[in-house]
């Protein structure tokens, strides 16, 4: 059984990748941490084998956080989950050893695709002898990420979800028709993409008043 520290401050997300993990086949979870502090103290005390690391935590970023694991001799991989999208911290990421890199918003399949991958490539690092040649080097530093990209629900394009993540990210807040006119879709459309971003934890939905009639919905990245 690959044990796992999920690391994440948003309670919906953590619950959500908690629910992932222990639905996997191989995988439990070993403990779900919301800050920095948490997880080397859970490191500290629990065995685990692999930590699905939010980038953006509320007492320290991510890259630090990994230095700090290394530092303390914690035997374990780091699987970045985050929406963090700056290659500088991608760049940094692959520096300090993480063997995977998952952009937020993504569905179970996606995060089973990646585990079911790392549960391949620590498999092939186990076994026992040498590696024939350069070729199965390869195979197996290749194990851990999967060919294919990560699947998103049904009808959901990933350029499109792409675009209103931009949006919303470069804005105070958005409705669902601001979304629409900035991204060159209908509002139908907007509204479907921010829910599923709203339902994932990533943005956080709130009623604007100030009009006549009902208040519309207002999305703000967290």
């Known amino acids: 059984m690959i044990r796992v520290l999920v690391v994440e401050d948003e309670p919906v997300a953590a619950e959500a990748h908690r629910a992932y993990v ?23 005390r629990l065995p ?8 953006n935590l509320p007492d320290t970023h991510g890259i630090d956080l990994c230095r700090r694991m290394r530092a303390a001799g914690a035997p374990v991989d780091v699987l970045a989950v985050t929406s963090a999208r700056e290659l500088a911290t991608v760049r940094a990421a692959a520096a300090n050893g993480v ?30 002898g040498d590696a024939a040649g350069q070729d199965e080097v390869d195979r197996v530093l290749g194990a851990v990420r999967p060919s ?26 958005l409705s669902a028709a601001e979304t629409a006119e900035l991204i060159g879709a209908s509002r139908i459309t907007a509204r479907r993409y921010l829910e599923y971003l709203a339902d994932t934890g990533l943005v956080e939905r709130t009623p604007r008043y100030g009009g006549a009639g009902r208040p519309e919905m207002e999305y703000r990245w967290r």
Request: hydrophobic share 50%; glycine share 6%; no cysteine.
């Open 22 to 44: 222990d639905r996997t086949p191989g995988f439990a979870t070993a403990a779900v941490a919301g800050t920095g502090a948490l997880a080397l103290d859970a490191l500290a």
């Open 48 to 55: 685990v084998d692999l930590v699905l690391l939010d980038m």
């Open 99 to 128: 063997v995977g890199y998952l952009l937020k918003p993504f569905t179970y399949p996606a995060l089973r695709d990646r585990l079911t991958a790392y549960a391949a490539y620590r498999a092939q690092l186990h076994a026992d």
């Open 148 to 173: 294919r990209p990560a699947p998103l629900p049904k009808g959901m394009a990933r350029e499109t979800l792409d675009a209103v993540v931009a949006a919303v990210r470069a804005a105070p807040g």
